[in-house]
């Protein structure tokens, strides 16, 4: 079971600015680092934000990642019909002695 | 091009046995952290278990769900990690994948075990 509490769904107009937001707690997003995967559909996931809100070679700027206390936020700006896709946030959890993924996040472009 | 390829997902009976494996290419196999993750028809990601680098200890965790069944092994001459599979449950039906680094950097395309009688 997921404990990482995220909205079923998020949409947005080409070129505007949707956030998605990840609730945890102090034993995993409140210690430690929160990762962001995208997963088109059809598709594996593909890791867009990674250790301290950082993006791989290949990841537009478009796509932010920060953190305060037990929440974080991935921010898509400009969004454009390729993002349409899940979102998930993930991060290991202390007390669980495990990963934990968030409950995903469907952005639709309209 | 670096690389994960998982292979072994089948159709089983319940109670049965599997054994997945992950091959890797284009990076250090020894010196990642692999994972399995699976993803249940229609529904999220779910974390199966995690095996650290020899080099940083070797140390397996895994899921609930799992522990007691699932077991994790790698073979760093072969660039392969494992997930054994035993006493499966319905419940485990999903698209497996294997992921390296400690923030599941680089994923596999996944292979699918379907639990039915």
């Known amino acids: 079971q997921s404990v990482l509490t995220q909205p079923p769904s998020a949409s947005g107009t080409p070129g505007q600015r949707v956030t998605i937001s990840c609730s945890g707690s102090?034993?995993?997003?409140?210690?430690?680092?929160v990762y962001w995967h995208q997963q088109l559909p059809g598709t594996a996931p593909k890791v867009l934000i990674y250790?301290?809100?950082q993006r791989p070679s290949g990841v537009p700027d478009r796509f932010s990642g920060s953190k305060s206390g037990t929440s974080a936020s991935l921010a898509i700006s400009g969004l454009r019909s390729e993002d349409e896709a899940d979102y998930y946030c993930?991060?290991?959890?202390?007390?669980?002695?495990?990963?934990?993924f968030g409950t995903g996040t469907k952005v639709t472009v309209l | 091009e670096v690389q994960l390829v998982e292979s072994g997902g089948d159709l089983v009976m319940p109670g049965g046995s599997l054994r997945l494996s992950c091959a890797g290419s284009g990076f250090i196999f020894s010196n990642a952290w692999m994972s399995w993750v699976r993803q249940a028809p229609g529904k999220g990601l779910e974390w199966v278990g995690r095996i650290k680098s020899k080099p940083a200890g070797g140390t397996i965790d895994y899921a609930a769900p799992v522990k007691g069944r699932f077991s994790i092994s790698r073979d760093d001459s072969e660039n392969t990690l494992y997930l054994q599979m035993n006493s499966l449950k319905i419940e485990d039906t999903a698209v497996y994948y294997c992921?390296?680094?400690?923030?599941?950097?680089?994923w596999g395309q996944g292979t699918m075990v379907t639990v039915s009688s």
């Open positions: 102090s034993s995993n997003i409140g210690s430690n680092d």
């Open positions: 250790r301290k809100n």
């Open positions: 992921a390296s680094g400690d923030g599941f950097d680089i």
């Open positions: 993930a991060a290991w959890d202390d007390s669980l002695s495990g990963y934990v």
